[in-house]
């Protein structure tokens, strides 16, 4: 039930009967097998009689595989007698949905619905994965490595559908003047040579024509490396990924392990660092395996494929560097080495791609290419015109400031004849439609955000949505040739879903702020879902958890409320003052306020005991945040640690003028991008924050990883003046309050050299109040109790010390 609260809305958690016992700290820091697993990774048996699942073991990481009866109730665990006649994951279908082949522990199956009966079609040491059927249904056609094999049903005879080379082809020779002079001068060898060539032609005849016979070699070149291939399901084509041999992708140092079973100091390779290579450029080939034909595809018909976006960019950049008396290190002028590593400095250059992902028609008619720019800015969706061996761009999506990692989902209906995917052009991801080379329609539209489409065998995409509000997550369906958008399920819980092999039922994952993920089914049609599964242990089923609200907390900045959770004291009093925690979500892009079992359960625990000792808390999904839109996103581009701090120091507001809460006495924490953040807001407004405690945190994006990191702040080599701006290293001296710094020695997402480096910048600025806690067997999640009851022991010493008069 919605309600008005001040200039936003909240709404009152049902499930919250009456105030729980105190909880511990060491209770909320135990193993969470005390709680109960949530189910994990649901998909359906081939017949649709069952659903199969995942369940961690009590003190172990081993997941037991679960398969349950949805209309019975009934509940196996598969044994290793059992596993042999169990269906795998990721069940593909033949064209008339008779037959399903599925990948299990790196081998074929193919399990046939009108019999029952289980086909093995591999027993190798070699992984073989993507199992699909041919286009007339004959053969079972899978991927080993980058080589593609083809099994005939019918006749049992299996193989490689190509082979394909990374060498040059050994017969290819070049022209040679004194060859010719040969062959003029000596009819023996002019002889000797027409026999060979003679053999050739009807060795080539022979191979062309008879079809028992293996596939000749493909020779692409000495000069490439094959990153992956992918087959039409019609065996005639072949499309082929390749990039540079021996590119250098960049340094990589060591890390270093101090507590060891061995004893001795170990070490282990790091990531590579950001902008220091840019990704290796992918080339796209297309082989006519029936014609023996191998043509590179062009990307210079792309749209957009020669603009430059980074220019305006290289230029404030340049024009900064030049009221400096000494360049910026690591930057590049134009045409330098930075240019020559894929940052494109000179007009009318074709920019360099990547290949994301190919996808073909079940018919192998046509095929669709994702293609995403290496400087972050451009995806198309392009077609393969077969004929003039070229591509057709199908989509073009732009964003100056980066295309989104998640929704980039597309495929094709079962008749091959219809294209759709998911796009935020229109500032949220919606699902759209097209013909090849037609004109593309929306099949969903609003301020929401669609995810994760699944086609069912009538018609109809079924989706994940957050339609009602932007914390409520639930499954809609959409035809898709058009209409009306219908709610399926009610839960505004639902984590993820997957659908029956004959589209009539949903297996659902849904959970609520206090319940992890359960399995439900529910049948398309119906209103209400079942529950099939209770997995939480009694001591935790005991407990009644206080009230909780969320909130959209008012913005000085956006027109969007900034959607958070508020915990407060079960004795509130607003005559009082109250110290204040906020709590600051990891990852950047990442939705803890919604109503669901959250990522940070231990956190929302620690939040009720604050809550137990007299503190107001607020969670809050600030600006960058996944749920909100394309604009809520892409806010931080280049200024990353501005506007999520703006978000923060609104939530304080709010919080002094309608919670009661004392603004000389707020604290706030959060681990990895929290982490960062909690350093940003201690570094640039310590008039706000009396004491934070940052863990895990990025303490300099220099030292990130590529991929996440250049897609918001470019690379440093081409925009220092965003990480100069968005580097807590940077403002460190601007540091008041107190700071707690808490890291896992072994991580190799945020090295524990960021938190070492921060600690020795603050030492030199001779700072006094702050602290380093390292773990040496923690990586970025931590996993051992007694660490996360030492780190968060540390954190309440924290907000005690600094927050409580």
Same mark, same amino acid.
């Given at each position: 039930?919605?309600?008005?609260?001040?200039?936003?809305?909240?709404?009152?958690?049902?499930?919250?009967?009456?105030?729980?016992?105190?909880?511990?700290?060491?209770?909320?820091?135990?193993?969470?097998?005390? /709680?109960?697993?949530?189910?994990?990774?649901?998909?359906?048996?081939?017949?649709?009689?069952? &659903?199969?699942?995942?369940?961690?073991?009590?003190?172990?990481?081993?997941?037991?595989?679960?398969?349950?009866?949805?209309?019975?109730?009934?509940?196996?665990?598969?044994?290793?007698?059992?596993?042999?006649?169990?269906?795998?994951?990721?069940?593909?279908?033949?064209?008339?949905?008779?037959?399903?082949?599925?990948?299990?522990?790196?081998?074929?199956?193919?399990?046939?619905?009108?019999?029952?009966?289980?086909?093995? /079609?591999?027993?190798?040491?070699?992984?073989?994965?993507?199992?699909?059927?041919?286009?007339?249904?004959?053969?079972?056609?899978?991927?080993?490595?980058? !080589?593609?094999?083809?099994?005939?049903?019918?006749?049992?005879?299996?193989?490689?559908?190509?082979?394909?080379?990374?060498?040059?082809?050994?017969?290819?020779?070049?022209?040679?003047?004194?060859? %010719?002079? =040969?062959?003029?001068?000596?009819?023996?060898?002019?002889?000797?040579?027409?026999?060979?060539?003679?053999?050739?032609?009807?060795?080539?005849?022979?191979?062309?024509?008879?079809?028992?016979?293996?596939?000749?070699?493909?020779?692409?070149?000495?000069? /490439?490396?094959?990153?992956?291939?992918?087959?039409?399901?019609?065996?005639?084509?072949?499309?082929?990924?390749?990039?540079?041999?021996?590119?250098?992708?960049?340094?990589?140092?060591?890390?270093?392990?101090?507590?060891?079973?061995?004893?001795?100091?170990?070490?282990?390779?790091?990531?590579?660092?950001?902008?220091?290579?840019?990704?290796?450029?992918?080339?796209?080939?297309?082989?006519?395996?029936? %014609?023996?034909?191998?043509?590179?595809?062009?990307?210079?018909?792309?749209?957009?494929?020669?603009?430059?976006?980074?220019?305006?960019?290289?230029?404030?950049?340049?024009?900064?560097?030049?009221? =400096?008396?000494?360049?910026?290190?690591?930057?590049?002028?134009?045409?330098?080495?930075?240019?020559?590593?894929?940052?494109?400095?000179?007009?009318?250059?074709?920019?360099?791609?990547?290949?994301?992902?190919?996808?073909?028609?079940?018919?192998?008619?046509?095929?669709?290419?994702?293609?995403?720019?290496? #400087?972050?800015?451009?995806?198309?969706?392009?077609?393969?015109?077969?004929?003039?061996?070229?591509?057709?761009?199908?989509?073009?999506?732009?964003?100056?400031?980066?295309?989104?990692?998640?929704?980039?989902?597309?495929?094709?209906? #079962?008749?091959?004849?219809?294209?759709?995917?998911?796009?935020?052009?229109?500032?949220?991801?919606?699902?759209?439609?097209?013909?090849?080379?037609?004109?593309?329609?929306?099949?969903?539209?609003?301020?929401?955000?669609?995810?994760?489409?699944?086609?069912?065998?009538?018609?109809?995409?079924?989706?994940?949505?957050?339609?009602?509000?932007?914390?409520?997550?639930?499954?809609?369906?959409?035809?898709?040739?058009?209409?009306?958008?219908?709610?399926?399920?009610?839960?505004?819980?639902?984590?993820?879903?997957?659908?029956?092999?004959?589209?009539?039922?949903?297996?659902?994952?849904?959970?609520?702020?206090?319940?992890?993920?359960?399995?439900?089914? =529910?049948?398309?049609?119906?209103?209400?879902?079942?529950?099939?599964?209770?997995?939480?242990?009694?001591?935790?089923?005991?407990?009644?958890?206080?009230?909780?609200?969320?909130?959209?907390?008012?913005?000085?900045?956006?027109?969007?409320?900034?959607?958070?959770?508020?915990?407060?004291?079960?004795?509130?009093?607003?005559?009082?003052?109250?110290?204040?925690?906020?709590?600051?979500?990891?990852?950047?892009?990442?939705?803890?306020?919604?109503?669901?079992?959250?990522?940070?359960?231990? %956190?929302?625990?620690?939040?009720?005991?604050?809550?137990?000792?007299?503190?107001?808390?607020? !969670?809050?999904?600030?600006?960058?945040?996944?749920?909100?839109?394309?604009?809520?996103?892409?806010?931080?581009?280049?200024?990353?640690?501005?506007?999520?701090?703006?978000?923060?120091?609104?939530?304080?507001?709010?919080?002094?003028?309608?919670?009661?809460?004392?603004?000389?006495?707020?604290?706030?924490?959060?681990?990895?991008?929290?982490?960062?953040?909690?350093?940003?807001?201690?570094?640039?407004?310590?008039?706000?924050?009396?004491?934070?405690?940052?863990?895990?945190?990025?303490?300099?994006?220099?030292?990130?990883?590529?991929?996440?990191?250049?897609? &918001?702040?470019?690379?440093?080599?081409?925009?220092?003046?965003?990480?100069?701006?968005?580097?807590?290293?940077?403002?460190?001296?601007?540091?008041?309050?107190?700071?707690?710094?808490?890291?896992?020695?072994?991580?190799?997402?945020?090295?524990?050299?960021?938190?070492?480096?921060?600690?020795?910048?603050?030492? %030199?600025?001779?700072?006094?109040?702050?602290?380093?806690?390292?773990?040496?067997?923690?990586?970025?999640?931590?996993?051992?109790?007694?660490?996360?009851?030492?780190?968060?022991?540390?954190?309440?010493?924290?907000?005690?010390?600094?927050?409580?008069?």
């Amino acid at each position: 039930m919605l309600r008005p609260f001040s200039a936003c809305l909240a709404i009152l958690l049902a499930f919250a009967a009456a105030p729980a016992p105190a909880i511990t700290l060491d209770q909320a820091m135990a193993d969470p097998d005390w /709680i109960g697993p949530p189910v994990e990774t649901p998909y359906w048996s081939a017949d649709g009689k069952a &659903i199969l699942y995942r369940l961690k073991q009590d003190g172990s990481s081993v997941r037991d595989l679960h398969r349950i009866d949805p209309d019975r109730g009934t509940d196996t665990i598969i044994d290793p007698a059992t596993m042999a006649d169990t269906d795998g994951p990721g069940i593909v279908w033949d064209r008339e949905r008779r037959r399903g082949a599925f990948a299990r522990n790196g081998d074929i199956f193919v399990r046939d619905l009108a019999s029952g009966r289980l086909m093995q /079609i591999t027993r190798t040491p070699v992984a073989e994965a993507q199992p699909q059927f041919s286009a007339d249904g004959r053969a079972v056609q899978f991927r080993t490595g980058t !080589d593609w094999w083809s099994h005939d049903l019918v006749s049992g005879v299996g193989g490689p559908t190509f082979v394909l080379k990374a060498e040059k082809d050994p017969e290819a020779k070049q022209a040679d003047d004194l060859a %010719e002079l =040969q062959l003029r001068l000596f009819s023996t060898l002019r002889a000797i040579k027409a026999d060979r060539d003679a053999q050739k032609a009807d060795a080539d005849a022979f191979q062309k024509g008879d079809p028992t016979r293996a596939p000749a070699p493909f020779f692409l070149g000495d000069d /490439i490396v094959i990153e992956r291939t992918s087959l039409s399901p019609d065996g005639r084509r072949l499309l082929v990924v390749t990039t540079p041999k021996g590119y250098d992708e960049g340094k990589v140092a060591k890390l270093q392990r101090y507590v060891t079973e061995s004893g001795y100091e170990e070490q282990e390779d790091e990531r590579v660092r950001v902008g220091r290579n840019l990704p290796a450029p992918h080339a796209l080939w297309l082989l006519d395996l029936a %014609e023996r034909t191998q043509d590179r595809l062009a990307y210079a018909e792309l749209p957009g494929i020669n603009d430059d976006p980074l220019k305006p960019i290289r230029d404030e950049n340049a024009a900064a560097r030049s009221h =400096q008396d000494t360049p910026v290190k690591g930057t590049a002028n134009k045409g330098g080495k930075a240019a020559k590593k894929g940052t494109k400095a000179d007009a009318g250059d074709e920019r360099t791609l990547e290949v994301m992902r190919l996808v073909w028609s079940g018919d192998g008619r046509n095929v669709a290419v994702q293609l995403r720019a290496i #400087d972050n800015k451009d995806r198309w969706i392009a077609t393969v015109d077969f004929t003039s061996k070229r591509l057709v761009s199908e989509h073009r999506l732009s964003d100056p400031a980066w295309i989104n990692w998640a929704f980039n989902d597309f495929g094709w209906s #079962d008749d091959g004849t219809t294209l759709w995917y998911l796009s935020e052009e229109s500032g949220w991801s919606h699902l759209y439609a097209k013909a090849p080379g037609g004109k593309a329609r929306a099949l969903t539209r609003g301020s929401f955000e669609v995810s994760n489409p699944q086609l069912a065998p009538d018609g109809r995409f079924y989706v994940r949505a957050n339609a009602e509000a932007p914390y409520a997550y639930d499954i809609y369906r959409v035809p898709l040739g058009g209409g009306e958008l219908v709610r399926v399920t009610h839960a505004r819980g639902t984590d993820a879903f997957t659908l029956s092999p004959d589209g009539r039922r949903l297996a659902l994952l849904q959970s609520s702020s206090h319940v992890p993920a359960q399995l439900a089914v =529910q049948d398309v049609d119906a209103r209400e879902a079942r529950t099939l599964t209770d997995t939480r242990k009694p001591a935790y089923k005991a407990l009644r958890w206080p009230e909780l609200e969320i909130v959209g907390v008012p913005s000085r900045h956006t027109r969007q409320p900034i959607w958070s959770k508020l915990y407060k004291p079960a004795d509130f009093d607003a005559t009082r003052k109250y110290p204040a925690v906020l709590f600051v979500h990891g990852a950047g892009y990442l939705q803890n306020t919604k109503l669901g079992w959250p990522n940070y359960f231990r %956190e929302q625990m620690f939040h009720h005991l604050l809550t137990e000792q007299g503190y107001v808390v607020l !969670d809050m999904d600030f600006r960058a945040s996944e749920g909100y839109g394309r604009d809520w996103r892409t806010a931080i581009y280049r200024q990353m640690g501005t506007p999520e701090l703006d978000d923060l120091v609104d939530g304080v507001d709010w919080l002094v003028k309608n919670h009661a809460v004392d603004a000389r006495r707020v604290g706030l924490y959060g681990g990895s991008y929290g982490g960062f953040m909690t350093l940003m807001a201690m570094f640039k407004r310590p008039d706000v924050f009396a004491a934070g405690a940052a863990l895990r945190p990025v303490t300099d994006w220099t030292s990130y990883n590529h991929g996440y990191t250049s897609n &918001i702040l470019n690379t440093p080599q081409v925009d220092p003046i965003a990480y100069r701006r968005s580097s807590p290293i940077e403002l460190a001296e601007g540091l008041q309050g107190g700071l707690l710094i808490a890291h896992g020695m072994i991580d190799d997402n945020v090295l524990f050299q960021d938190s070492v480096r921060l600690y020795q910048r603050l030492v %030199e600025l001779r700072k006094t109040d702050f602290e380093l806690a390292g773990y040496p067997l923690e990586r970025h999640g931590f996993v051992h109790p007694d660490a996360w009851y030492d780190e968060y022991r540390r954190i309440h010493a924290l907000f005690e010390r600094h927050l409580k008069p």
